[in-house]
């Protein structure tokens, strides 16, 4: 087999046809020139507060990066596809927030269960014994609901989107953990209401 038939076929992929540049070099050309060391601790002092600028200009980029960062979270908590983070992007997770946010789950007790929790330790023993039980049973129902919920958003997801790779133990663990969150908290925002329909 000649190099032309092998480079149509694709098989064999040939050389860049130069060296591989050393380290060195790599980083000298990202950098671009290096200033000396300063010679003396008073040259460096006066390097830093060149570069550093003054106070009034630290005092706008900083505000600067507070209102971009603020404009970045009022976008990720409108729901803007570039602003979320990799796990809440994509049109099937917003389907499944969706899903979610259309109802009331026994699963958003959680938090408040979890108080209640916390303020009965401090009772009596006979008071605890009684929070801790009925909050056990509760956590199984929470379960139960949990489950039941992941399984209705994949059935929804899987008719919607019959072509996407998202779903199962992933899709219904997400939902699952959105609808313990207390409603407010809830990132990004709810689109929909409960009893809404999606």
Same mark, same amino acid.
Do not use: C
């Given at each position: 087999?000649?190099?032309?038939?092998? +480079?149509?076929?694709?098989?064999?992929?040939?050389?860049?046809?130069?060296?591989?540049?050393?380290?060195?070099?790599?980083?000298?050309?990202?950098?671009?020139?290096?200033?000396?060391?300063?010679?003396?601790?008073?040259?460096?002092?006066?390097?830093?507060?060149?570069?550093?600028?003054?106070?009034?200009?630290?005092?706008?980029?900083?505000?600067?990066?507070?209102?971009?960062?603020?404009? +970045?979270?009022?976008?990720? $908590?409108?729901?803007?596809?570039?602003?979320?983070?990799?796990? %809440?992007?994509?049109?099937?997770?917003?389907?499944?927030?969706?899903?979610?946010?259309?109802?009331?789950? &026994?699963?958003?007790?959680?938090?408040?269960?979890?108080?209640?929790?916390?303020?009965?330790?401090?009772?009596?023993?006979?008071?605890?014994?009684?929070?801790?039980?009925?909050?056990?049973?509760?956590?199984?129902?929470?379960?139960?609901?949990? #489950?039941?919920?992941?399984?209705?958003?994949?059935?929804?997801?899987?008719?919607?989107?019959?072509?996407? @790779? %998202?779903?199962?133990?992933?899709?219904?663990? #997400?939902? &699952?953990?959105?609808?313990? +969150?207390?409603?407010? $908290?809830?990132?990004?925002? @709810?689109?929909?209401?409960?009893?809404?329909?999606?």
């Amino acid at each position: 087999m000649d190099e032309s038939t092998a +480079q149509t076929r694709g098989n064999v992929s040939l050389g860049k046809g130069r060296p591989t540049p050393s380290r060195r070099e790599a980083e000298g050309r990202r950098r671009g020139p290096v200033a000396p060391a300063p010679l003396t601790a008073k040259e460096a002092r006066a390097r830093r507060k060149a570069t550093r600028g003054s106070k009034d200009e630290r005092k706008a980029a900083s505000a600067e990066r507070r209102a971009k960062a603020a404009d +970045q979270r009022a976008r990720m $908590m409108a729901g803007e596809d570039k602003f979320l983070l990799p796990r %809440d992007k994509g049109p099937v997770r917003a389907y499944a927030r969706d899903l979610v946010d259309s109802r009331r789950n &026994f699963v958003g007790l959680f938090m408040p269960m979890a108080l209640i929790l916390l303020v009965a330790l401090f009772l009596s023993p006979e008071v605890q014994s009684i929070v801790t039980l009925a909050l056990f049973i509760m956590m199984i129902f929470m379960g139960i609901d949990g #489950y039941l919920l992941g399984r209705r958003v994949n059935n929804k997801v899987r008719d919607r989107f019959p072509e996407t @790779p %998202d779903g199962g133990f992933k899709l219904g663990w #997400y939902s &699952f953990v959105r609808a313990s +969150q207390v409603r407010k $908290m809830r990132a990004p925002k @709810p689109r929909v209401g409960p009893g809404d329909a999606v």
